[in-house]
């Protein structure tokens, strides 16, 4: 890919400069399929330019206008763009995973799906260096919707910005304005919307779960076809706190927020289907028939809580206590109780951590295609357990579970 040098930026920032404002001798910013990767660009005027395809992970947009700016399928990942201007653009198939957009402009933005027609048209230059053709084909075979998964845009005004299917999974969106703006079929799981203003925004067809919705306005909102997370006027003010700092715990690394701790709390019936709640503390807390499907509870800790009837459906539980919990008819169908890795993958040795199922009680349980491998399992209870399909794998069973779950059409 074509890396570009300090002194070339300098002479093209001056000459869109006097592009902008008309004067002799100006050119509109050419950086398709440029590597700019981590340049400190500050408040530098990018207005109407041309950055296709470019790679611009890592770099510095503080306060910087890009306004206009075409920015088809370009990479953004991690940049600093607070307080950026980026209203008009165009962010189609952009990357944008964990970039900061704090207070940033994106008013209609348009971050629809990027085209294969248009990569053609907009990734191809005259003269084109071999690296700038490599990238262009790569990046016209991953063009795809608008990834925003894990970014930071808490009070970004986005007002009608189209983000048709964009990938908003665990983005911080904290007061942001949203008003008209076009969600459909987006996925915006897990992401923190406290205080962000929806009003008269599409949103059908769009995932919000586990999403934390606290002062969220959903008025006027096109909802239909939703997934919708639990509604906070249905938690109590207190479990909303618990879920908001614990929110800001895992977004943040540990930085911000607090653990949440609910042990010994009664939590019967409650739904936080699809929340992320990873390493929280449910000791002894009472859970029957509450919704947890579809859940990422990796490392959670429920020793001696009362799960009877819960739905644990899809969730994965890698690494969770379940010491002497009581699961009685608990729904587990494709649960995954595998081993949690303890550390990052750039560790060169990675401890596994198995889930921990020790006296768990799961009578009349249904772990229809559930994996435990290497799962804890001295003194589990498993009568009248469905365990159709369910994996075992490394389980240290005793002969009595062993014969029950092989002739459950489980694998050992």
Sequence with gaps: MSTIQPDEIAVILKRHQAFLLGKPGGQRANLTLRDLSGVRFGRVNLASANLSGAKLDGCNFVGANLSGSDLFGADLS???????????????????????LTGANLASADMRPGALMDAKSKLTK?????????????VAA??????????TLNAANMSSADMYKANLHEAKLANANLTSARL????????????????????????????????????NADLTNVEMPAMSEELAEDVQKL???????????????????????????????????????FRGAK?????????ILMFCDFTEAD??????????????????ARLARAKLHDTCLKPAELGSAADAIQELWPANLR?????????????????????VILRQATVTRASFKDCRLSEEQSKFVRAGGATV
Excluded: P
């Design 126 to 138: 005259k003269q084109m260096t071999d690296e700038e053709r490599m990238r262009a084909q790569m």
């Design 359 to 379: 006296r768990a009680d799961f009578t009349g349980a249904d772990l229809t295609g559930a994996d435990l491998e290497s799962a804890h399992m001295d003194d």
């Design 243 to 281: 879920l908001s700092d614990h929110m800001y715990w895992i977004n943040s690394d540990g930085r911000k927020g607090k653990c949440a701790d609910f042990s010994g709390r009664d939590l019967k019936e409650i739904s936080l289907e699809g929340a992320n709640l990873s390493g929280a503390k």
């Design 78 to 100: 991690k940049a600093d763009l607070r307080n950026a201007n980026l209203s008009k653009s165009d962010l189609r198939g952009a990357q944008l995973y964990r970039a900061d």
């Design 142 to 151: 991953e063009i795809g919707r608008t990834n925003m998964a894990s970014a």
């Design 307 to 324: 799960l009877s009837g819960a739905d644990f459906s899809k969730s994965i539980m890698n690494g969770a206590n379940l010491t002497g």
């Design 184 to 219: 459909k079929d987006a996925d915006i799981s897990s992401a923190d919307l406290s205080g962000a203003n929806f009003e008269g925004a599409e949103l059908t067809g769009a995932n919000l779960k586990g999403a934390l919705m606290v002062g969220t306005n959903l008025h």
């Design 287 to 295: 859970l029957k028939f509450a919704n947890l499907s579809g859940t």
